[in-house]
């Protein structure tokens, strides 16, 4: 299986900005490879797209927060952040609770697509707090 690759970049806060801001993949088409993964700034950080949209055709890329609703294994709507771990991109519900890549891969199929982009770690914060 083949699937588009894609980065973003979230730069951090300078003495003009007061908050952070994100570099779309069109944006990023500007700058060469060498400029993207060697980023001046070491606070700025490079988040790839997962290949996965989620319900609403939206990517889904590290860093994005997810929310999905189970009646399966527990009656109520989770929330998560996306992240890269082991060989895949999986979601932390919490400090020990990781789903499997195979698990988000099956939750954005069209058949049985139950997630949702709400938010991301840059932005929203609060969103994992809250859960």
């Known amino acids: 299986m ?3 690759i894609k ?3 979230w730069r951090a806060p300078d003495e003009y900005s007061k908050t952070s801001w994100m570099e779309s993949w069109n944006s990023l088409m500007n700058y060469s ?4 993964f060697q980023l001046d700034n070491p606070d700025d950080v490079l988040e790839q797209y997962t290949g996965l949209k989620d319900k609403n055709g939206k990517d889904i890329y590290e860093g994005d927060i ?3 609703h189970s009646n ?3 009656k109520h709507d989770w929330v998560g952040l996306v992240l890269y771990r082991g060989a895949g991109f999986a979601v932390q519900e919490s400090d020990k609770s990781y789903s499997s ?3 988000l891969d099956c939750a954005c199929r069209k058949d049985a697509n139950i997630i949702e982009v709400i938010g991301n770690i840059h932005t929203n914060p609060e969103l994992l707090e809250e859960s």
């Open 101 to 103: 890549p195979e698990w």
């Open 33 to 36: 490879m060498s400029d993207i």
């Open 2 to 4: 083949s699937r588009e």
């Open 72 to 74: 399966i294994y527990r």
């Open 66 to 68: 997810l929310a999905w």
């Open 7 to 9: 980065f973003r970049i």
